[in-house]
């Protein structure tokens, strides 16, 4: 299986823009890159996926570099409710399952 | 829409009984995938189930555990002789296809006395 790799921990001010980085030099031509969170005492939330291009959504947006082996999840405005466990997972287009990491715990700063 | 549906959200057993958890995906999905995780840990894939099959039990111990999604009602997830070890936090998730975002409940808390 393809790994990830991400920092243990980041800190960030509140209301400032956060980016969370993940290296993934195996990753194979049908991986996509999923992003998930996990909030204090909940289940895992999904936050992004992407193939190739960059992808935006409501919560956060998805660069992913031009080679494919590394992007980063940028939360545009971190408040105190991102604070969280955030997991960048590779997966093929296939019948897999998530394979969660250790992840990278963000910590925000009031 | 309702989201993933886990019951109980907390279970308390006696050492040597049995634990059955479940879950009810959301509407539309018929993929099911059930994780484990320990206390101040990460989340361990366990089964991952479509209607009736089993596509992939890696990582589901190879006693005391097993798990089904039948062609109605919820998934279960089953521990037989239940160890204090198998206390966590057991979390379920859904998804409308093999390689589409997966939804999670709240999890189940089982705690072994």
């Known amino acids: 299986d393809a790994k990830t790799t991400q920092p243990n921990s980041m800190e960030s001010n509140e209301e400032e823009p956060v980016h969370l980085p993940c290296n993934h030099s195996t990753i194979s031509g049908t991986d996509y890159i999923h992003w998930y969170r996990q909030l204090p005492s909940q289940g895992p939330e999904y936050v992004i996926h992407?193939?190739?291009s960059n992808v935006n959504n409501r919560m956060a947006s998805l660069a992913i570099a031009e080679d494919r082996k590394s992007s980063t999840l940028i939360l545009h405005r971190a408040t105190l409710r991102d604070a969280a466990v955030y997991y960048c997972?590779?997966?093929?287009?296939?019948?897999?399952?998530?394979?969660f990491g250790k992840g990278t715990r963000l910590s925000v700063i009031a | 829409n309702a989201g993933v549906m886990q019951n109980p959200r907390h279970l308390v057993r006696r050492r040597g009984q049995e634990a059955r958890l479940r879950c009810s995906p959301m509407k539309g999905h018929s993929h099911v995938y059930w994780y484990r995780q320990l206390p101040e840990e990460g989340l361990k894939f366990m089964v991952y189930?479509?209607?009736?099959?089993?596509?992939?039990e890696s990582g589901m111990p190879k006693e005391r555990f097993s798990a089904e999604f039948p062609k109605e009602g919820p998934s279960i997830l089953r521990i037989q002789q239940v160890v204090r070890g198998d206390s966590a936090a057991y979390f379920c998730a859904s998804s409308f296809s093999g390689y589409t975002e997966a939804f999670f409940g709240q999890g189940t808390r089982l705690t072994v006395v």
């Open positions: 189930l479509q209607k009736e099959n089993i596509i992939d």
């Open positions: 992407g193939l190739t």
């Open positions: 997972i590779l997966r093929d287009s296939g019948n897999t399952p998530l394979v």
